[in-house]
């Protein structure tokens, strides 16, 4: 996910040159440029349709990903077969820097959450460019802990809060991070907003639990959704800032 001191471009990512990509987001912002040049001769773009496993929970990465274009999900699946969405990645987020550390496997599945575009750094090359950009690696540790405490967050709503807060929190944070602010008065814009069916495993509920609570937010004013864009107010973003 990107750091909250990095600043997006006004370029949507997939139309930039790999090494701009590179130059601008999470863990590189800080890398030399002689090291951009080498991870952008090395990195490969792919797409993804809507629902393809990109890893898999247990299994090593075999890279550091990066969101170009659409959405990814971080899932786990949970006792009884049921998933849960942990995180909801965009544009300028990563993933994968599990290789950074060794022999160990994903601790939640990415999947692609609709037609995704994707920018991998091999995970040899990323552990060599590590070794030489110490920054990057402290950055990558500040990645995985903003991740740790998205993760916690979420747990925690799972067992003291209802399905209403757990849901106000999710949009709030989802707009926060992959919306746009209008303006002071218009609020936040959220698009494409994920199906009622993910937002359920985000907050750990069922569908029409969460249609219900979604009808209740708007009768009161705190949304308005249209297709798959929704406003959310700034009385309702306010209270998780």
Same mark, same amino acid.
């Given at each position: 996910?990107?750091?909250?001191?990095?600043?997006?471009?006004?370029?949507?990512?997939?139309?930039?040159?790999?090494?701009?990509?590179?130059?601008?987001?999470?863990?590189?912002?800080?890398?030399?440029? !002689?090291?951009?040049e080498q991870l952008g001769?090395? @990195?490969?773009?792919?797409?993804?349709? /809507?629902?393809? *496993? +990109?890893?898999?929970?247990?299994?090593?990465?075999?890279?550091?990903?990066?969101?170009?274009?659409?959405?990814?999900?971080?899932?786990?699946?949970?006792?009884?077969?049921?998933?849960?969405?942990?995180?909801?990645?965009? !544009?300028?987020?990563?993933?994968?820097?599990?290789? @950074?550390?060794?022999?160990?496997?994903? /601790?939640?599945? *990415? +999947?692609?959450a609709v037609h995704t575009e994707l920018l991998r750094v091999p995970a040899e090359l990323f552990v060599e460019h590590l070794r030489r950009e110490p920054e990057t690696m402290m950055r990558v540790a500040r990645l995985q802990h903003e991740r740790l405490r998205e993760i916690e967050s979420v747990a925690s709503g799972l067992a003291l809060c209802d399905v209403e807060e757990r849901l106000r929190r999710t949009l709030a944070r989802l707009a926060t991070r992959q919306g746009r602010r209008v303006s002071a008065s218009e609020g936040w814009i959220l698009a494409p907003v994920p199906t009622q069916s993910e937002l359920a495993r985000m907050v750990g509920s069922c569908r029409e639990t969460v249609s219900r609570t979604l009808s209740a937010m708007a009768r009161s004013g705190l949304v308005t959704a249209s297709g798959r864009r929704m406003i959310l107010t700034n009385d309702l973003i306010s209270q998780y800032l």
């Open positions: 996910m990107a750091s909250s001191d990095t600043c997006r471009p006004t370029i949507p990512l997939e139309r930039m040159e790999t090494t701009e990509v590179l130059s601008c987001v999470e863990p590189f912002v800080a890398a030399r440029p !002689p090291e951009i001769r090395a @990195a490969v773009r792919m797409r993804k349709p /809507s629902g393809t *496993a +990109i890893l898999s929970e247990g299994q090593p990465s075999d890279g550091l990903y990066i969101v170009l274009r659409g959405r990814v999900n971080l899932v786990r699946v949970a006792d009884g077969g049921r998933d849960l969405i942990l995180s909801v990645l965009g !544009p300028g987020d990563a993933f994968g820097e599990v290789c @950074a550390f060794g022999g160990g496997g994903m /601790s939640t599945s *990415a +999947i692609a």
